[in-house]
Each structure stands twice: as C-alpha cells, then as structure tokens.
C-alpha cells in the first residue's frame, strides 16, 4: 500500500469514528486499524527521510 492509499485509509477511519452510532466495540477495533495506519505510515516517512540524508551526504 502506498503512503497515500494508507493516508486515503486513515481519512476513512477518522471519518468512522467520527459517527456517533458506531458502537464501543467497533469503535476500539477501528481505532486500532487506525494506530497500526498510523504506524506504518510513520515507518515508511522515517525511511524516506533516512534516504534523504544520506543522499545529502554524499553531496
């Protein structure tokens, strides 16, 4: 999945959780599929930006 697929991904939990007739239990297991998103997505920046700087390293 692509950063943005998983971005696009998060806009649809957020928008779940954001009904207010979803039930508790429903509510937990779409805020876990959303922290695991958010995980993935931080782990994907944090080897762009690794990338990054050793590109700038070797300029």
Known sequence: MTLEETFAKIDEVMEKLSDDSLPLEESFTVYK????????????????EKKVEELNNDT
């Open 33 to 48: 599929e959303g922290m695991e998103l958010l995980g993935n997505c931080q782990k994907t920046i944090d080897e762009i």
